[in-house]
């Protein structure tokens, strides 16, 4: 997202104020704190940081822990796919037999022959 539309939309929204203040600061801020005590926030405020730590801990001693879910699958037939080939060769891997080849003569000890 490209910031100058949003520097614009603030530019315009001081000059708007500015305007309706007439130029003066101290009317401007005056007006604010009004509007503040007709529209007063909704929500919880928090003051400092300390503030916002203490709420947190208890919000988080209130709450139950979550049980574990299920994680959400979806079946992929490449996946199984995969998944399919590697049990098998797995499998044969462990079920083929060890064979032992003889030895040929031109290695084996001239005491052995």
Wanted: glycine share 2%; hydrophobic share 35%.
């Amino acid at each position: 997202m490209k910031a100058e539309p949003l520097l614009q939309e603030i530019e315009a929204t001081k000059e708007r104020l500015n305007v309706q203040a007439r130029g003066d600061t101290r009317q401007f801020l005056n007006q604010m704190v009004e509007w503040l005590a007709e529209h007063p926030h909704p929500g919880p405020v928090v003051n400092s940081p300390a503030e916002w730590k203490v709420r947190l801990q208890e919000k988080e001693t209130d709450e139950t822990p979550r049980t574990a879910e299920k994680p959400y699958r979806i079946y992929d037939p490449i996946i199984a796919e995969i998944h399919r080939f590697r049990a098998a060769s797995s499998h044969e891997r462990s079920a083929r037999p060890a064979v032992l080849h003889e030895v040929p003569s031109q290695y084996r000890k001239p005491d052995e022959a």
